[in-house]
């Protein structure tokens, strides 16, 4: 499954001739050399240039291995919190002699 990224510049074409489009054009793609680019341009009715880059993640094998150890990690550092978070309501429980989130009841009743 490829994911796409949309990118889109506006220029006025007043301002901005072709070739500066073009050299912006390029630019951007080499800001970004690993990516696969898809550029569109087009000129609409109001007179503005519209650069519409799409970007595209090749998901190769190493990709994937890449994104399912990110997401492992992700997973483990989440379950290591969980555990220090129950170390800490058992520890408070002990100290206060009840379980942890429970009101003390007092059996008295103060009308406000």
């Known amino acids: 499954m490829k ?23 390029e630019g951007v793609k080499k800001e970004f050399p690993n990516k696969k680019i898809r550029v569109e341009t087009e000129l609409n009715d109001y007179g503005m240039y519209i650069i519409t880059f799409y970007f595209e993640n090749r998901n190769t094998i190493l990709n994937k291995i ?19 978070n129950k170390a800490n309501k058992n520890r408070i429980s002990k100290y206060y002699g009840q379980q942890y989130g429970s009101y003390k009841q007092t059996k008295q009743y103060r009308p406000y």
Do not use: A, P
């Open 3 to 25: 994911q796409i990224k949309r990118l889109e510049y506006y220029f006025d074409s007043k301002e901005y001739t072709q070739e500066e489009v073009q050299q912006n054009i």
């Open 66 to 84: 890449r994104i399912f150890i990110k997401n492992r990690r992700q997973k483990m550092l989440l379950l290591e919190e969980g555990k220090t």
